[in-house]
């Protein structure tokens, strides 16, 4: 008789069960020539085991050139659709091409993908249909600027009335979706700064939320959209807009289209 095998570790088990999933990471790019080879490339290079699709949001620099030359795997919009447009077509792609877990990092290179497991880990083990990678669990990295805490923060406090769930860090573009939250933001994505929107809907049509702690870099080169000033209008337009969308949405059937 042959030798028993044997048994394997928890840790090898959920790594061999993740190998099976199909994850999908969605890189929303508007000008980032200055970014977008160092963070494709570390993606190529050390974290194979995920696909890729950067999404060209009508860059007006050589982020189109750069990312042809390179032979990334990318599409390109026919017109600029921003932050939440971006995001939404990748979201499209994951559903259309089958993935379990599609993941949503910033072009930038403030994200680290060495997170990207602790993130889809709770979702592969169907503790919650998205996860959010949060820079104020525990406090490392970078914070961001002072303006920008306090936006953040009154925004956390909106989102709570809105929906009673208490998300820290309530802008991080640095999330993860199992296919049916994946499904649901493919048809329903604000265009406008969505991450905090995407928080409420999901949230009022019965998706799980959870906060992963991260730690984030500051932005590699380029400038951020987002400045001091812009800071304050920000948080009065996104706390404006959390509103209408809780008055505007009703309790749906979870996953539903309509």
Do not use: W
Not at 147 to 161: E, L, P, S, T, Y
Not at 170 to 195: I, L, Q, V, W
Request: proline share 3%; charged share 25%.
């Amino acid at each position: 008789m042959g030798q028993k095998m044997p048994k394997m570790s928890i840790e090898v088990e959920k790594e061999v069960q993740t190998m099976d999933k199909k994850v999908l990471i969605i890189i929303p790019a508007y000008n980032e020539a200055e970014n977008i080879e160092r963070v494709v490339d570390n993606l190529i290079n050390n974290y194979p085991q995920y696909d890729y699709l950067i999404v060209n949001d009508c860059s007006t620099d050589n982020t189109e050139q750069i990312i042809k030359r390179r032979g990334y795997n990318y599409i390109s919009l026919p017109a600029n659709l921003g932050i939440g447009g971006g995001v939404q077509s990748g979201y499209l792609y994951a559903v259309q091409n089958d993935y379990d877990v599609a993941i949503q990092i910033d072009g930038d290179g403030q994200h680290d993908p060495a997170y990207i497991k602790d993130l889809i880990r709770p979702i592969l083990e169907n503790k919650t249909d998205i996860a959010i990678g949060s820079r104020f669990i525990t406090k490392e990295g970078f914070q961001t600027s002072f303006m920008r805490r306090m936006g953040i923060n009154i925004i956390k406090v909106v989102i709570k009335m809105c929906c009673g769930v208490t998300v820290t860090d309530t802008t991080s573009g640095f999330r993860a979706s199992n296919r049916a939250a994946t499904e649901y933001f493919s048809f329903h994505y604000a265009n406008d700064y969505p991450e905090p929107e995407a928080i409420v809907e999901a949230s009022l049509n019965g998706f799980d939320i959870m906060e992963i702690p991260v730690v984030m870099k500051e932005r590699e080169g380029g400038v951020s959209s987002i400045n001091a000033k812009r800071s304050i209008y920000y948080m009065i337009k996104v706390s404006l807009a959390l509103i209408v969308c809780r008055i505007g949405t009703r309790k749906k059937k979870r996953g539903s289209k309509k």
